[in-house]
């Protein structure tokens, strides 16, 4: 009871000590100068590097322990041989958890890189022995698109009754397939005999990441490309209006043949 009445009494003193004192980092004197510019980081403040006179505390298994001062939040984490680490410092006073920051930072990177990595998928085209050459050209355009794409294709040719004592034929269609798609991908699985069914894989040449940042950029492009015609569309005239037609000059009406034979008479009388 008394050591905890110490401790008590240890905080409060150091609580009344630090109110109403702005921070200054260690080793500021007279000279002392922030520095301008240089490398902004973007790790958490960990141990020493944390300069804030009190945090709310946080123990490594997620318990509240309370508002103490940052040299006790030291002594508590170079006790339990751990880190202390800021973890929230906006907050009034700023959070920090005791934690193996190394174990920290290595499960921070395992989740990024589980975040930006692309699943890869399996895709499936099946052929018969025996294919008409039109299916042909249909199932390798397939092959195609999914290896643009960035996925594997999983190529099974099915035998059927007599065709089973026919393997060859279906070794040669994968070979066929193989060399028609190598300039997308390459056979990452060579054929093998399966039961009925002969398998072989083709992986593609490049990742399914790059081929999403490409799709993208072409979408990306086709979209400015619309936004341009839109635009020119719509400061351009419309199709459906007809020119204006200029106004018409009145013409004076032609002379009745009364008219002229009264003015050849009136002439001849002069």
């Known amino acids: 009871m ?3 009445r110490g401790l008590l009494r240890v905080v409060a003193s150091s609580r009344r000590g630090v ?3 702005s921070p200054v980092p ?3 004197g007279a000279g002392y100068r922030r520095s301008q510019g240089g490398h902004i980081s973007v ?13 709310r505390l946080v123990g490594p298994a997620g318990e509240q322990v309370g508002i103490v001062s940052i040299n006790d939040a030291l002594r508590l984490a170079q006790e339990a041989d751990l880190d202390l ?15 193996d920051y190394g174990k920290f930072k290595y499960a921070l990177k395992a989740r990024e890189s589980r975040k930006n990595q692309a699943q890869t998928v399996i895709k499936e085209i099946k052929l018969r022995p025996k294919i008409d050459p039109h299916d042909y050209g249909t199932k390798k355009s397939h092959v195609e698109r999914f290896l643009r794409q960035g996925d594997k294709v999983k190529v099974t040719i099915m035998f059927r009754g007599r065709e089973q004592s026919r393997p060859e034929l279906g070794f040669r269609l994968l070979q066929r397939l193989a060399v028609d798609v190598e300039e997308l991908g390459f056979v990452e699985s060579q054929p093998k ?7 072989m894989v083709i992986g593609p040449h490049r990742r399914k990441s790059e081929a999403r940042a ?5 979408d990306s492009h086709h979209e400015r490309g619309s936004s341009r015609s839109r635009a020119a569309n719509a400061a351009a005239p419309e199709a459906g209006e007809a020119p204006a037609e200029p106004e018409a000059v009145p013409q004076p009406e032609p002379a009745t043949a009364a008219q002229s034979a009264a003015g050849r008479s009136a002439d001849s009388e002069g």
């Not at 005999?193 to 398998?199: H, K, P, S, T």
């Not at 490409?214 to 072409?218: F, K, L, P, V, W």
């Open 85 to 99: 680490v800021e973890v929230a410092p906006t907050a009034r006073p700023p959070v920090a958890k005791l934690m």
């Open 193 to 199: 005999q399966d039961g009925r069914n002969m398998i």
């Open 214 to 218: 490409e799709r993208a950029a072409r």
């Open 26 to 28: 260690v080793g500021a």
């Open 43 to 55: 790790e958490p403040r960990i141990n020493e590097r944390i300069r804030v006179p009190e945090v």
């Open 19 to 21: 109110a109403g004192r």
């Open 2 to 4: 008394r050591g905890m």
